[in-house]
């Protein structure tokens, strides 16, 4: 995926985040273990949104155990970098051309 349909990808997702009444708090947090695309609140809910791109297949499969280990590093990074007594969950927002989904709570 290219720079730009990766940033257009992340721009489709935030605005259907907000649809759905997300607040975006950041977007593309970066750490030394990598970074987190979205991060958004919901209810009482901190959501850490990992978006994916495709044009032609499922991208799903690109969210590989190696790629959720640096989510979940940089996941406890923001923590120390903003505490909070929020839960949380990792998501996948998955877009194609014609379609975005949410797959909430996403592991391996």
């Known amino acids: 995926m290219g720079l730009e349909q990766g940033k257009e990808a992340e721009e489709k997702a ?3 985040l907000q649809s759905l009444g997300y607040r975006i708090l950041e977007r593309n947090f970066h750490s030394k273990f ?3 695309d979205i991060v958004a609140l919901k209810g009482d809910i901190l959501h ?3 978006v994916k791109f495709s044009h032609h297949y499922d991208p799903l499969p690109r969210i590989t155990p190696s ?4 989510i979940i590093k940089t996941v406890q990074y923001y923590f120390m970098r903003h505490p909070s007594s929020h ?5 996948a927002i998955l877009v194609t051309p014609g379609t975005i ?7 391996y």
Do not use: A, T
């Open 48 to 50: 850490f949104c990992e």
């Open 67 to 70: 790629k959720m280990q640096k």
């Open 87 to 91: 839960d949380y969950e990792i998501d």
């Open 34 to 36: 990598g970074e987190l």
């Open 14 to 16: 935030s605005l259907y």
């Open 101 to 107: 989904e949410i797959i909430k709570n996403i592991s």
